[in-house]
């Protein structure tokens, strides 16, 4: 049987594209669905990062006909925010495609241009130069270096950036000793600050903390490991455990019963099984 050209295959994922976006434009139109004529950005946006985090949980599974479902979800939600732009005057879908083509070959200049780059290590080079001569055009419109870092971010994706980006103008830590050291000095100042023994802890409890947790997602960014992926792989881990620890007890009334010193024994137990 002959392979399909690659003018058919662009072709019918087209066709396939084309026809989400006018099911898309009909369930907004006068006669369309009554909830999705109802929805807003605002309305969208906590489903927009409920469906990124089910992608990254279909990866993290090797679940691959669940990650086919949670990127078609996640399809959906551009071609949710690209049609109430469109029905507001801001932009269309084939802007949105047309940007992101630009933007691919502007960054890609060693594949759609003159310039070498033998491995990935130069792909990055270029790619962060380009950024920032993109960036450097914007600059006047922004009071800060941090500014087009979103708020809205995760806070541990939005500690790594501002990490990052702070340090892109030296402002950080030469290496990864000064942060098991800055950790220890932010654990004693946390530690000090419960000493109080209020109940509920303190605001500046509370900021202590986030102290603490910013010192260690930096201490991420510099080991070249990702906090969200690390914290991620170590809440699987515990569930693994938890699961076996449950299992050894025989059923959930004589989990609950069990004491603290029991409870820690099991833990221990769990912490050598297979699952581990």
């Known amino acids: ?40 950005f605002d309305t969208i946006k906590r489903h927009t990062l409920e469906e990124t985090y089910e992608v990254f949980d279909a990866i993290e599974r090797r679940a691959w006909p669940d990650l086919k479902d949670e990127l078609g979800d996640l399809l959906l939600q551009v071609l949710f925010y690209a049609q109430m732009a469109a029905e507001a005057g801001y932009f269309t879908i084939e802007d949105v495609a047309a940007n992101l083509n630009a933007k691919l070959i502007r960054r890609h200049p060693h ?53 990052s980006r702070a340090a892109k103008v030296g402002f950080d830590w030469p290496n990864a000793d000064g942060l098991f050291d800055k950790l220890q000095e932010e654990t004693a100042e946390l530690q000090a600050e419960l000493s109080h ?37 170590c809440n699987a881990k515990f569930r693994r455990r938890f699961a076996a620890m449950e299992s050894a007890a025989g059923n959930s009334d004589a989990f609950a019963a069990l004491t603290p010193s029991q409870l820690e024994e099991l833990w221990s137990q769990a912490k050598n099984v297979a699952t581990k």
Do not use: Y
């Open 111 to 163: 594949i759609f241009g003159d310039v070498e780059a033998t491995d990935s290590n130069a792909v990055l080079r270029n790619w962060e130069q380009i950024k920032r001569a993109e960036k450097a055009k914007k600059a006047e419109a922004r009071s800060s270096l941090l500014d087009d870092i979103p708020r809205t971010m995760p806070a541990m994706l939005e500690a790594s950036k501002l990490g």
């Open 197 to 233: 023994d209020e109940n509920p802890p303190t605001l500046a409890a509370e900021e202590e903390l986030g102290d603490l947790l910013f010192t260690a997602v930096n201490l991420a960014r510099h080991l070249k490991i990702d906090p969200e992926s690390a914290l991620r792989s």
């Open 1 to 40: 049987m002959a392979e399909p050209t690659p003018e058919k295959v662009v072709s019918s994922n087209a066709e396939s594209i084309a026809e989400s976006i006018a099911i898309m434009a009909r369930l907004r139109g006068p006669h369309g669905c009554p909830w999705d004529r109802e929805q807003t």
